[in-house]
């Protein structure tokens, strides 16, 4: 059709020998297209923003920008992505790339892989928002619990106690215990005598590639005392500007496709850019929206006093506001006596308060841990005290039956039992 032509953009190291190639055929008319070169990957995410139509991008494998995110960020923009890349050691059809091209590409290559993959735009061609689906598929069917709670609650404890009452129960795979709060504490609790490898080595691991069960397995820690997998967090809590988005949910798919249940320490801030204004900020909250999203439940921990519960139902009404549903919110009251008026009195202040703040829905119950020696067991690197770990894991499958446990559903209707078939009594 008249006034068409493929919209080209293009990401390079300096004096690439493909890079002035397609240049040159682009502008002397041997293929149909036009071709912006960028000189960074955030000026290939700028023209991709400014909502122009585009055809295809071609990425150098080499550069170390051409990661998941940018790829990604292509896909978003309902362009194709495509790499230039003489090392075919790199998955890069898991990533979301369309063609694999050498660095000695010829003309005739090129217009192949365009006329399979891209389409071409036309001249008069409308300004255009349109989005492909570039989410990273859930790649197992663990179940994902968050824990969180406002500062003092003991939030961190509660997880431990979780994952230990997990490890020892009926899943079919090993439990992890992964610590995504900012400021992370789960290294100081479990005297963690290595920084590395951590949250950050598993996010990096994901950026160029999907690395086995083996190496995601790698890069935690085993808990003997109390039998889960540990991944420590952030060494620092300004690190966490080192986390890209598509990196981090590939990373948290690994887990879920790794381990048998995946405990997660979050922070309870869940502020984003639609709260505040700024993107800035959820970035920053990147590990907690992105894990509270997935969810199968959050665990939310208070204590038993006016700020405690105070603190429950704000965070209550926090996670509502997100897209939590109320039966999947867990309030776990810690520290709490073994008064019967007192915790009544609880369940009431919290249920009257809670369901206030949900239009009506219909909370779960608050969930009571009574008072133990946990700081001592923490100290001294032992178990976790009981009934804390098997409380705690009785909600869990209360809540959340393991998917991957192969049960035996009983039938509909009743089945025909034939004269003789079940024997005799003797």
Same mark, same amino acid.
């Given at each position: 059709?008249?006034?068409?032509?493929?919209?080209?953009?293009?990401?390079?190291?300096?004096?690439?020998?493909?890079?002035?190639?397609?240049?040159?055929?682009?502008?002397?008319?041997?293929?149909?297209?036009?071709?912006?070169?960028?000189?960074? %990957?955030?000026? &290939?995410?700028?023209? #991709? @923003? =400014? !909502? $122009?139509?585009?055809?295809?991008? /071609? *990425?150098?494998?080499?550069?170390?920008?051409?990661?998941?995110?940018?790829?990604?960020?292509?896909?978003?923009?309902?362009?194709?992505?495509?790499?230039?890349?003489?090392?075919?050691?790199?998955?890069?059809?898991?990533?979301?790339?369309?063609?694999?091209?050498?660095?000695?590409?010829?003309?005739?290559?090129?217009?192949?892989?365009?006329?399979?993959?891209?389409?071409?735009?036309?001249?008069?061609?409308?300004?255009?928002?349109?989005?492909?689906?570039?989410?990273?598929?859930?790649?197992?069917?663990?179940?994902?619990?968050?824990?969180?709670?406002?500062?003092?609650?003991?939030?961190?404890?509660? %997880?431990?106690? &979780?994952?230990?009452? #997990? @490890? =020892? !129960? $009926?899943?079919?795979?090993?439990? /992890? *215990?992964?610590?995504?709060?900012?400021?992370?504490?789960?290294?100081?609790?479990?005297?963690?005598?290595?920084?590395?490898?951590?949250?950050?080595?598993?996010?990096?691991?994901?950026?160029?590639?999907?690395?086995?069960?083996?190496?995601?397995?790698?890069?935690?820690?085993?808990?003997?005392?109390?039998?889960?997998?540990?991944?420590?967090?952030?060494?620092?809590?300004?690190?966490?500007?080192?986390?890209?988005?598509?990196?981090?949910?590939?990373?948290?798919?690994?887990?879920?496709?790794?381990?048998?249940?995946?405990?997660?320490?979050?922070?309870?801030?869940?502020?984003?850019?639609?709260?505040?204004?700024?993107?800035?900020?959820?970035?920053?909250?990147?590990?907690?929206?992105?894990?509270?999203?997935?969810?199968?439940?959050?665990?939310?921990?208070?204590?038993?006093?006016?700020?405690?519960?105070?603190?429950?139902?704000?965070?209550?009404?926090?996670?509502?506001?997100?897209?939590?549903?109320?039966?999947?919110?867990?309030?776990?009251?810690?520290?709490?006596?073994?008064?019967?008026?007192?915790?009544?009195?609880?369940?009431?202040?919290?249920?009257?308060?809670?369901?206030?703040?949900?239009?009506?829905?219909?909370?779960?119950?608050?969930?009571?841990?009574?008072?133990?020696?946990?700081?001592?067991?923490?100290?001294?690197?032992?178990?976790?005290?009981?009934?804390?770990?098997?409380?705690?894991?009785?909600?869990?499958?209360?809540?959340?039956?393991?998917?991957?446990?192969?049960?035996?559903?009983?039938?509909?209707?009743?089945?025909?039992?034939?004269?003789?078939?079940?024997?005799?009594?003797?």
């Amino acid at each position: 059709m008249r006034g068409e032509r493929y919209v080209l953009l293009g990401l390079a190291r300096a004096r690439s020998e493909w890079f002035r190639s397609v240049a040159l055929w682009a502008t002397a008319g041997a293929i149909p297209a036009e071709f912006y070169k960028c000189v960074s %990957a955030e000026e &290939l995410r700028a023209r #991709l @923003a =400014s !909502g $122009r139509p585009f055809s295809a991008a /071609l *990425l150098d494998g080499g550069l170390p920008s051409t990661d998941r995110d940018l790829i990604a960020a292509v896909r978003d923009a309902a362009c194709v992505p495509m790499i230039v890349d003489d090392g075919r050691d790199r998955d890069w059809s898991g990533l979301g790339i369309a063609a694999v091209l050498d660095s000695t590409v010829t003309r005739e290559q090129l217009l192949d892989a365009l006329a399979t993959h891209a389409t071409m735009v036309s001249s008069g061609a409308p300004l255009s928002n349109a989005r492909v689906d570039a989410r990273i598929p859930d790649q197992g069917t663990a179940p994902l619990v968050a824990v969180c709670g406002s500062g003092g609650t003991g939030a961190s404890s509660v %997880a431990i106690a &979780l994952a230990q009452g #997990l @490890a =020892s !129960g $009926r899943l079919s795979g090993p439990v /992890l *215990l992964a610590d995504f709060c900012r400021v992370a504490d789960q290294a100081m609790l479990h005297d963690a005598r290595d920084v590395v490898p951590g949250v950050q080595e598993l996010v990096e691991l994901h950026r160029g590639g999907r690395p086995t069960m083996y190496e995601v397995h790698a890069q935690t820690f085993h808990v003997t005392e109390r039998g889960y997998q540990l991944l420590l967090g952030l060494r620092r809590p300004r690190y966490w500007s080192a986390l890209r988005p598509r990196s981090f949910e590939a990373a948290l798919a690994s887990l879920r496709h790794t381990f048998g249940a995946v405990v997660c320490d979050i922070e309870p801030d869940l502020e984003g850019e639609a709260d505040g204004g700024s993107p800035d900020v959820e970035e920053r909250n990147l590990m907690a929206r992105t894990v509270t999203g997935q969810a199968s439940a959050v665990f939310l921990v208070g204590r038993a006093d006016l700020p405690g519960v105070h603190g429950m139902v704000r965070l209550a009404g926090e996670l509502a506001r997100f897209g939590v549903p109320a039966g999947r919110i867990v309030p776990v009251v810690n520290q709490v006596a073994r008064r019967p008026r007192l915790r009544a009195e609880l369940t009431q202040a919290y249920h009257e308060l809670v369901k206030m703040g949900m239009n009506g829905a219909e909370p779960l119950p608050p969930l009571f841990l009574p008072a133990r020696h946990v700081d001592e067991a923490l100290r001294d690197g032992v178990p976790l005290p009981p009934p804390l770990p098997a409380i705690l894991a009785g909600a869990f499958h209360g809540l959340i039956p393991d998917p991957r446990v192969d049960t035996v559903r009983p039938p509909e209707t009743p089945a025909r039992v034939e004269p003789g078939s079940i024997g005799a009594l003797t």
